[in-house]
């Protein structure tokens, strides 16, 4: 079958960086995507990988090796309103979004 | 980018009655239209995919005849949650696929909470 995996919660400091890791297993491979979900809205675009390799764009950067089936999430300078969850989702053989879980990702002070 | 927009973003409704969700490509000539179900605390869940001037394809276990998707033109597809019971309530999105990676911009959501 298919499946992704990310953590359900992790908990970062303000200021701080923190990575968050997707691992997949699917029937083919067509890129990767991260969106962020705020609680109660729809998510939003935040990166596409399918080379491999680190793809930064601001604070944010995704990292993608195909080989080990692994992407990350890497989010610098965490502010108050990165809370919310992050969704890695994968496009497969058929064009496909297979998606994981989500996750929920909490800022302190 | 594509800006799509979704109405109602709240609605409540009692248990049996049918409610209809409106989903709007306002910059992007939409063939395809995709909607999504989120339970709390879940991954997004793909119900159908909506396609202009034909039937929509629908996922395994979603019923056809209770979740009525009608893509009468390339900026407009709506769907009708018919005879709708307190297990429907959920957040439903829409979306399309477009942009260089092909990714996925969503409508704002439909919270439904059926008493």
């Known amino acids: 079958g298919q499946n992704i995996d990310q953590p359900t919660e992790m908990t970062a400091t303000e200021g701080a960086i923190v990575q968050i890791n997707c691992t997949y297993q699917?029937?083919?491979?067509?890129?990767l995507f991260w969106y962020q979900q705020h609680a109660g809205e729809a998510p939003t675009f935040l990166s596409y990988n399918v080379l491999d390799g680190l793809e930064e764009k601001g604070r944010f950067s995704s990292f993608l090796s195909r080989s080990k089936g692994y992407s990350y999430l890497l989010l610098k300078e965490l502010q108050m309103k990165d809370s919310a969850s992050y969704l890695c989702a994968v496009l497969d053989s058929n064009y496909q979004l297979i998606w994981g879980a989500g996750t929920k990702l909490i800022i302190k002070p | 980018g594509a800006v799509v927009s979704q109405h109602p973003s709240w609605v409540i409704c009692k248990s049996g009655t049918s409610v209809k969700i409106e989903c709007r490509s306002l910059?992007?000539?939409?063939?395809?239209m995709f909607w999504y179900r989120q339970f709390p605390k879940q991954s997004l869940m793909l119900m159908a995919t909506s396609n202009e001037g034909s039937k929509a394809t629908y996922e395994q276990g979603v019923e056809k005849d209770k979740f009525l998707i009608n893509h009468a033109s390339l900026t407009l597809s709506t769907l009708t949650v018919t005879s709708a019971h307190p297990e429907d309530s959920s957040f439903y999105i829409c979306?399309?696929?477009?942009?260089?990676?092909?990714?996925?911009?969503f409508g704002e959501g439909s919270r439904l909470t059926v008493l």
């Open positions: 910059d992007f000539q939409a063939t395809t």
């Open positions: 699917t029937s083919g491979f067509n890129g």
């Open positions: 979306s399309v696929r477009t942009g260089e990676a092909g990714e996925l911009f």
